[in-house]
């Protein structure tokens, strides 16, 4: 089956706009994360979906991340006003069931440029 | 707070081995490795989930020191194929924290 799967690719925006990414996850995957990676770090983790409420948001930056899964499959991470601070590849990873011993499988990332 | 990785980068030679730390300051529930190349997406190795437990996949392992708080990936007899950067994964309740990553270069 396929992996999980993220559009755009890459997302070039100016200062102040509003940007939506999403995420395909993995069919049957109950558990989907956001997580977001600058250059030479590892994956700084933003927020955890379990079905389709938001369990752990602790991660989000500020109040101009929002992300939303309505029906419990794809997910959008929605940035209001983008900040060139907001520059950075965005990864959506999801898991059988969410918690300790699941595995999570990575998409391939959305580059976002804010200039 | 993430976790700390060591060394930051490391050069090896084809058939060389290498070990990469992992540590935190805070009580782990599991640890996670992932090896990511440039442009790609980070791609699950192995988990680890008790104290002591050691995993091994071909030529890379991994143990998982609970007590103090560290787990450490061995890669023997690298391969070329082996280059890329390697990051650890703590997990509490579902809140993954990443190591900044450990640079890995094989050459010929």
């Known amino acids: 089956g396929a992996g999980v799967s993220q559009t755009p690719s890459n997302k070039v925006t100016e200062k102040g706009k509003y940007v939506e990414l999403r995420c395909d996850p993995i069919?049957?995957?109950?558990?989907l994360y956001w997580y977001r990676q600058s250059l030479g770090q590892g994956p700084e983790f933003l927020i955890y979906?379990?079905?389709?409420?938001?369990?752990?948001d602790s991660g989000l930056p500020n109040d101009r991340f929002f992300a939303v899964r309505p029906e419990g499959s794809v997910s959008t991470l929605k940035i209001q006003r983008t900040e060139r601070g907001d520059s950075a590849v965005y990864l959506c990873a999801s898991s059988l069931a969410g918690g300790t011993a699941d595995t999570q499988y990575f998409g391939p990332g959305t580059r976002l440029t804010v200039l | 707070q993430q976790p700390v990785q060591s060394p930051q980068a490391v050069i090896l030679r084809e058939g060389e081995d290498a070990v990469i730390n992992c540590s935190s300051s805070k009580a782990l529930y599991s640890v996670h490795w992932y090896r990511q190349k440039h442009g790609e997406a980070p791609v699950f190795l192995m988990i680890l989930l008790k104290g002591g437990e050691q995993k091994g996949h071909e030529k890379i392992s991994a143990s998982f020191n609970e007590k103090k708080q560290q787990s450490s990936l061995y890669l023997t007899a690298s391969q070329l194929s082996y280059s890329g950067t390697y990051f650890c994964g703590t997990e509490n309740n579902n809140d993954m924290r990443f190591g900044a990553g450990t640079r890995l270069t094989v050459k010929p």
């Open positions: 979906f379990q079905g389709t409420g938001a369990a752990d």
């Open positions: 069919s049957g995957h109950t558990a």
